[in-house]
């Protein structure tokens, strides 16, 4: 092969019901924030300065009261069932369901809370698909981060618990500035953290 001829690559032909949860993590050379959604292949785009900011001082947060008997991780894969794994941004889980270094995913009842911080790429998959998503397979809480609006780069908070009836978030309030919640456990984060970082 000459240098200067472009290799072409060859992309993963899905199989006839999708893929698997199992596929997820053996098929080669797949990007490293991979998500199956519904057996379906999703890419992220690279991060915005906004999404790793905020990423950040969301761990730093939760992780200053975090009790012994949890632990906080980012972009780990949380298996909701054989089609669906999804990577929140940050998770909360109960520190028993760690094995060990080279661990690549946890299950959802292992999740006490979930953490989607919103790109342009992911606005209705962090809005509808994954909350549905992350409800149904009984993920107790969930956060989904925005921008504060046009010109704003301070995050703003919708905070959902999960009502055990219908299976389904209910919306908890929308925080600006102070995020404070007493659950999965206590927590508060200055969102005005964010200009320092």
């Known amino acids: 092969m000459n240098a200067d ?3 072409e690559y060859q992309w993963p032909r899905p199989p ?7 596929d997820l993590f053996t098929l080669p050379e797949l990007p ?4 199956l959604i519904d057996g379906s292949l999703v890419f992220a785009s690279p991060q915005r300065m906004f999404h790793s900011v905020v990423v ?9 009261d975090l ?3 949890f632990k906080v991780t980012r972009n780990m894969t949380v298996v909701l069932d ?14 028993s369901a760690i094995t060990g270094p080279d661990q690549m995913s946890f299950r959802a009842e292992d999740v006490l809370l979930a953490v989607e911080v919103v790109s342009p790429d992911s606005e209705s998959r962090d809005r509808t698909t994954k909350p549905q998503k992350y409800a149904a397979a009984g993920i107790q809480n969930y956060w989904r981060v925005e921008r504060g609006g046009t010109g704003d780069s301070r995050p703003v908070v919708h905070v959902y618990e999960l009502d055990p009836l219908t299976k389904a978030y209910v919306h908890m309030g929308m925080q600006r500035e102070q995020l404070k919640v007493g659950k999965p456990y206590a927590i508060e984060i200055d969102l005005t953290g964010v200009d320092e970082l």
């Open 32 to 35: 490293s924030r991979t998500e």
């Open 16 to 22: 006839q019901d999708g893929y698997t949860v199992d």
């Open 82 to 95: 054989s089609r669906n794994g999804l990577a929140p941004d940050v998770s909360v889980l109960h520190a």
């Open 56 to 64: 950040d001082l969301l761990v730093n947060g939760v992780r200053r």
């Open 67 to 69: 009790p012994a008997e």
């Open 5 to 7: 001829e472009p290799v």
